[in-house]
């Protein structure tokens, strides 16, 4: 019957953690199995979420299983990334995205237009306020118009229209949007095992890139692939790019959705 040996609880604090140790001991069936139910993730009820556990012999029919759990000093559990071949891990960076200034939700035609109207018109229309778009009814036409530039103004015979309304924002075509780069990688045995995982996947938009982020809205683009040798191991490496609003990439542009 498997026991825990005496005098093996450890409890250790550093700056950043604390990291609890306790051993059982037993036969080599008993400890298999412990180290079984304890798995990597797994809580135990002595020493709560196991990172690490070790198998090992100290006599003739002696072995035992060494489990190790690492919290926070905040008492929260510690989870560190699984470099085992095959198995992802994520790092996320924050980033601007340039985005056209029509793609802004709050956008407003007169933002980055001059609104002209015909000789002779002298009042602006209560729509020009909230505009979105340069489109402009019929019967509207004949006597308003947009136009990014002074030199865009219309004429009617040898008389010009005048401006009269500037933009908000002259010169301003783009905004920085705030977004998010992902960067998913894994370990593999080989070169063409490492060229499977990114294979087919760039420049391809996907829901969810394969990792919880908690991030809400949008969807991911890949936008870089390698796979490249790491000194032990071949690194597969895929990094993904939010959209920079909510409706997400343009699905007629890269229609090759995961």
């Known amino acids: ?23 059982y001991q037993g036969s080599f069936e008993e400890m298999a ?29 002696i072995w035992e299983c060494e489990l190790v759990s690492e919290l926070d000093n905040s008492g929260n559990s510690v989870t560190p990334p699984d470099t085992a071949f095959g198995k992802k891990s994520a790092q996320l960076h924050g980033s601007m995205l340039v985005m056209p200034l029509e793609s802004h939700p709050d956008y407003k035609t007169a ?34 118009a947009w136009g990014k530039n002074l030199a865009d103004a219309p004429a009617t015979g040898k008389k010009r229209w005048r401006a009269i309304v500037k933009p908000a924002m002259p010169g301003v075509d783009t905004y920085d949007a705030s977004t998010y780069s992902l960067t998913i990688s894994a370990r593999f045995a080989s070169f063409s095992a490492g060229c499977k995982m990114v ?7 996907h ?16 936008d870089d692939a390698t796979v490249v040798w790491h000194e032990k191991y071949w690194l597969a490496t895929l990094t993904w790019t939010r959209s920079g609003g909510k409706s997400g990439w343009n699905n007629r542009l890269y229609g090759g959705r995961l």
């Open 33 to 61: 199995e412990i180290q079984e139910e304890n798995a990597v993730d797994v809580v135990n009820e002595e020493i709560g979420l196991i990172t690490s556990s070790r198998l090992y012999q100290t006599g003739a029919s």
């Open 199 to 205: 294979a087919n996947v760039l420049n391809t938009v």
């Open 207 to 222: 829901s969810s890139p394969g990792v919880d982020t908690g991030i809400t809205g949008g969807d991911w683009k890949c």
């Open 111 to 144: 933002w980055n237009y001059y609104l002209f109207a015909a000789p002779g018109v002298r009042s602006s229309p209560a729509w020009w306020r909230t505009a979105t778009d340069t489109l402009i009814s019929e019967e509207e036409s004949e006597k308003y």
């Open 1 to 23: 019957m498997a026991w825990i040996k005496h005098q093996s609880r450890i409890k250790e604090r550093t700056r950043s953690a604390v990291k609890n140790t306790l051993v």
